[in-house]
């Protein structure tokens, strides 16, 4: 009787611990999930603190508002050559296209409404445009660019290399052969936003008081698609045209991580100049359409993967008193693609030419006021 008693209360302690375990165990992961979610959040919170800046260095915006008029010019230019037989180059690029638009701005975005200024300086010329949409938001933290572009049939061929020698070196003649799309996205974060302000540069709602720099990292992913009709080059060209550079079409996704410095110089009271490069490691996956040699043949199609490298720039000069602005600002990307015997380089870019002002004041600059 007693050594079952014994047991019983043997086996009722030992269920005991193991209950005591199996709780303990349940509550630790309990524990350590809740720190674990709360260190994520506070570091959320603190990447998502745009208004954590040194103020000796960045003053915010005072203003909730703006008005500005603003002056596009965009440029762009596509290159083909081959290295064999003779190193043959082809460089393409239409008349800058212009617009001027009046904008609306709350904090650091703007939206507003442009018209083709070409038409208003009586410069159209009947040919199709191209679409374009280029959008650039910069906070202190972060930034990213989102692009969308399609070209139309205003290109000229503006450089020749390597080919007959009947060809002048200021040779120029239309070319409707090559049309492009093209659309991508690039994500950057900036690692001194305490002290560094890229909106002081670009978007005008900070102000940098005095002189800094800061390392930049971003993520880039673009899609590339470009016809490429060569039987519509000059006669001259096409006879002594490397083999290499007959592609009909080529199809390409650029992934790339770009690592780079910007630097903000107050060069006087109120004036700023900016000048930032980003280059970038590209991986990138083609498809590209091959002519065929004798007539008897087939196009082909051929996979190539590769790594390359592409560059982003960024250049401004702005003066900004808090009430008024004016400046000038450049952002530019270059994309590089090489295989055997053949290269494609393209960029493009936009200048911006633009005055505003900002009006009424924030409600704690109001009460300082008073």
């Known amino acids: 009787m007693l050594r079952g008693i014994s047991f019983c209360i043997c086996i009722s302690v030992m269920l005991s611990l193991f209950a005591q375990n199996e709780e303990s165990n349940f509550i630790a992961p309990d524990r350590t999930i809740h720190k674990r979610s709360e260190i994520i959040k506070r570091a959320i919170k603190k990447f998502l603190d745009f208004s954590d800046f040194d103020t000796a260095y960045i003053s915010p915006n005072r203003y909730n508002y703006a008005l500005m008029l603003d002056h596009f010019t965009n440029y762009e230019y596509y290159s083909v050559g081959s290295g064999t037989p003779e190193p043959q180059r082809l460089r393409f690029s239409p008349k800058p296209h212009n617009k001027i638009g009046v904008y609306f701005g709350w904090r650091w975005l703007f939206l507003g409404w442009a018209v083709d200024a070409d038409g208003l300086y009586g410069k159209k010329n009947g040919k199709k445009r191209g679409r374009e949409f280029d959008l650039s938001l910069y906070s202190s933290k972060l930034g990213v660019d989102i692009f969308?572009?399609?070209?139309?049939?205003?290109?000229?061929?503006?450089?020749i290399t390597g080919f007959s020698d009947r060809i002048p070196t200021d040779y120029s003649e239309d070319f409707n052969g090559l049309k492009v799309k093209m659309k991508g996205l690039n994500l950057y974060y900036i690692f001194n936003n305490r002290r560094f302000s890229y909106p002081a540069a670009f978007s005008q709602s900070t102000n940098q008081r005095r002189?800094?720099?800061?390392?930049?990292?971003?993520?880039s992913v673009s899609a590339h698609n470009l016809d490429f009709d060569y039987t519509q080059l000059p006669p001259i060209i096409q006879e002594t045209m490397n083999p290499g550079m007959k592609v009909?079409?080529?199809?390409?996704?650029?992934?790339s991580l770009n690592f780079g410095y910007a630097y903000n110089w107050v060069f006087a009271r109120n004036c700023l100049a900016c000048l930032s490069l980003n280059p970038a490691v590209a991986y990138k996956t083609s498809r590209i359409r091959k002519a065929a040699e004798e007539e008897e043949e087939e196009?082909?199609?051929?996979?190539?993967?590769?790594?390359?490298?592409?560059?982003?720039?960024?250049v401004g000069i702005v003066y900004n008193n808090s009430k008024y602005f004016a400046g000038t600002s450049f952002v530019g990307r270059t994309y590089d693609y090489y295989r055997s015997n053949f290269s494609l380089n393209n960029g493009f870019g936009t200048l911006q030419v633009y005055a505003g002002f900002n009006f009424c004041l924030k409600k704690e600059h109001r009460k300082k006021k008073q």
């Open 148 to 159: 969308y572009k399609r070209t139309g049939n205003s290109y000229k061929i503006h450089k």
């Open 211 to 219: 002189s800094a720099g800061s390392f930049i990292t971003g993520f």
């Open 299 to 314: 196009e082909t199609d051929e996979w190539y993967k590769n790594f390359n490298i592409d560059f982003i720039l960024r």
């Open 248 to 255: 009909n079409h080529i199809k390409y996704t650029n992934i």
